[in-house]
């Protein structure tokens, strides 16, 4: 079990002023910022980090909706991250969220969620690298 992990605060969050609350929403959590920074993701850039899903009928929106404004990429740290992430965010669709998660609170459906969650230890050294290449985290 990994102590990091990468989660994303999504366009539709980030854009409508929310990053700010899910960050404390992630500390109260027990979660310690190690990395974190703004940017706005390119067709090419979206398209490779959601590769895994290029098959999938959703992976065009995805990316249209992932270019679609800035988003903030986050590294944290924490004993068990990627589990204890996962159980904090909620569903994908908030609908189905339990309540007091991440997307219960903030999402607004199922394709705008709010955040993004690594799903895996492995994928989430995949995707830190992703964001933050040749980084030195603290």
């Known amino acids: ?9 999504k366009p539709d969050a980030f854009g409508s ?8 929403h992630l500390e109260q959590e027990g979660f310690e910022i190690v990395a974190a920074r703004v940017t ?10 959601y590769a ?4 999938r009928p959703f992976f065009g929106s995805l990316v249209e ?24 965010i909620g569903a994908t669709d908030p609908t189905e969220a339990e309540e007091g ?4 609170i903030y999402a607004e459906s199922k394709e705008r969620n709010a955040i993004h969650a ?19 985290l603290i």
């Open 1 to 9: 079990m990994s102590d990091t992990t990468l989660t994303i605060i």
């Open 17 to 24: 002023g929310k990053a700010g609350r899910i960050l404390a």
């Open 40 to 49: 706005h993701l390119g067709v090419a850039e979206a398209g490779e980090f």
């Open 52 to 55: 895994v899903h290029r098959e």
């Open 65 to 88: 909706f992932m270019t679609s404004g800035r988003c903030m990429p986050i590294v944290l740290r924490r004993e068990n991250a990627v589990a204890h992430l996962r159980r904090v």
């Open 101 to 104: 998660t991440v997307r219960a």
């Open 118 to 136: 690594s799903d895996s230890d492995e994928n989430a050294a995949v995707e830190v690298s992703f964001f933050f290449p040749g980084t030195d």
